[in-house]
């Protein structure tokens, strides 16, 4: 397929920020979903729209960062592809993940940033970045 280069058109549209992320969980999770995301994680439960809670799954957000956790069947759990979330503190929510028994893999290869990722209950990956202003 051979696609049209945005220099060759007139662009109309801009892209304003991303409105979600969405993890692949098993099919039956979203007990253990809240479980994690609310209960470990802080996050809020965020009732899905009445026309797609029969596809399972469970939404959460915090500020403006918004979560859909929605169930695949088969399930893969995403090893490197991964949301990044930039935090305020990334040493506390470190501590409280190991804490709660959690595995952080800290990384420290991006100049000015402190951060690490860890696995949610389904093996996907989660990166948590706190740039380090000098």
Not at 56 to 72: A, K, L, M, Q, T
Not at 106 to 119: L, T, V
């Amino acid at each position: 397929m051979e696609y049209i280069k945005l220099e060759e058109i007139r662009v109309t549209f801009t892209f304003k920020s991303i409105d979600h992320i969405q993890l692949a969980a098993p099919k039956g999770s979203e007990e253990t979903a809240r479980k994690f995301f609310k209960n470990i994680l802080g996050l809020n439960e965020v009732e899905k729209p009445e026309m797609l809670k029969g596809n399972g799954g469970v939404w959460f957000s915090y500020g403006n960062c918004h979560i859909h956790i929605g169930i695949e069947d088969p399930f893969l759990p995403a090893k490197k592809a991964h949301p990044a979330f930039e935090v305020n503190n990334c040493e506390a929510l470190k501590n409280h993940l190991i804490a709660n028994g959690i595995d952080v893999t800290e990384d420290n290869r991006i100049p000015n940033a402190k951060r690490f990722h860890f696995s949610d209950p389904f093996g996907n990956r989660i990166e948590i970045i706190e740039w380090i202003l000098d």
